[in-house]
């Protein structure tokens, strides 16, 4: 079942690699609410705005160069979410992209990246991503 959950991750990460719009509606829920959080944005709650979002951004100046790794599923029965880290240009970004089984598949209906704070030293304060350590007080 993680597979098929990384599968459809994975599905929305090439969706923005190649900026295909038609893709990236495919990966997004239709029946159940979605919403999504770019960083630096304020939080996008229906889908129209949300493809629009994706149109603007495909379509932008934005690097293309988007990279995604450390991805750790965490499937449940009907829903099931994935944690990973994303690197677009020189940002690094870590993802938490929840679905939803729609007529039998993975659908998106969350989305929100964020920057990935760094100590000195390096490492990030909760630790990489995809470790089970806790967050610091």
């Known amino acids: 079942m993680s597979d098929a959950l990384l599968a459809a991750n994975r599905r ?3 969706a923005f690699s190649r900026a295909d719009l038609s ?13 999504c ?8 709650v229906e889908r129209e ?3 629009e979002s994706w149109q603007a951004i495909l379509a932008g100046s934005a ?17 099931g979410y994935v944690i990973c880290a994303q690197t677009i240009g020189d940002t690094e970004l870590v993802a938490t992209n929840i679905f ?10 969350h989305h929100h990246a964020g920057p990935v704070v760094r ?8 630790g ?10």
């Open 12 to 14: 929305f990460y090439e």
């Open 23 to 35: 893709a990236m509606d495919d990966v997004w829920a239709r029946v159940v609410p979605v919403t």
């Open 37 to 44: 959080v770019h960083p630096g944005w304020t939080p996008l």
């Open 49 to 51: 705005e949300i493809m």
């Open 63 to 79: 690097p293309r160069e988007i990279e995604y790794g450390a991805a750790e599923a965490f499937p449940g029965e009907d829903m």
């Open 100 to 109: 939803v089984r729609e007529d039998g598949e993975w659908k998106m209906v």
């Open 119 to 126: 100590r000195r030293g390096g490492r990030p304060p909760s």
């Open 128 to 137: 990489p991503v995809g470790s089970s350590g806790q967050m610091p007080n």
